[in-house]
């Protein structure tokens, strides 16, 4: 995609995440993660030295943190700040927000690790997380036989 066909569905999808997120919708964390989406295919299309490409990359990590993808916010800072071109103020900024994903990360871990102590300690919390993560993803109830 092309930056004008980009800009203006990155517009319209702020708007409806900080719409869903002012009603308090369900689709508020799909929403934030459509705009983290659409931010990051800007950022691939703009320098990092390029103002707007700079605030596509600090909108793609933010709105990851807003979606509740910490690990994905994570990442992101971490191939950004990976790319050459980038200024100290913008490094500075995308490294803040890469700290914050990360302490959420760790805050989720410790609650995986408090919910179930059990699991986490023979299989670990990644295996904990992992599998909790595709009874989500398949989006009915566990099977009951």
């Known amino acids: 995609m092309d930056l004008e066909t980009l800009y203006p569905l990155v517009t319209e999808a702020i708007r409806r995440a900080e719409v869903f997120d002012e009603i308090g919708a369900p689709g508020v964390l799909h929403a934030y993660l459509d705009v983290s989406l659409l931010e990051e295919s800007i950022a691939k ?24 993808e910490y690990r994905r916010a994570a990442d992101l800072v971490s191939r950004f700040t990976a790319e050459g071109g980038m200024d100290d103020v913008a490094r500075a900024a995308l490294t803040s927000l890469g700290e914050e994903a990360l302490s959420f990360v760790a805050q989720e871990e410790r609650t995986m690790t408090a919910r179930y102590p059990r699991a986490s300690a023979q299989y670990g919390i990644a295996e904990v997380r992992r599998v909790a993560r595709e009874y989500y993803e398949q989006g009915s109830p566990l099977p009951i036989y």
């Not at 299309?45 to 509740?68: F, H, K, M, T, Y």
């Open 45 to 68: 299309l703009l320098p990092q030295s390029d103002v707007e490409g700079a605030i596509a990359r600090r909108g793609a990590v933010r709105a990851a943190i807003s979606a509740r």
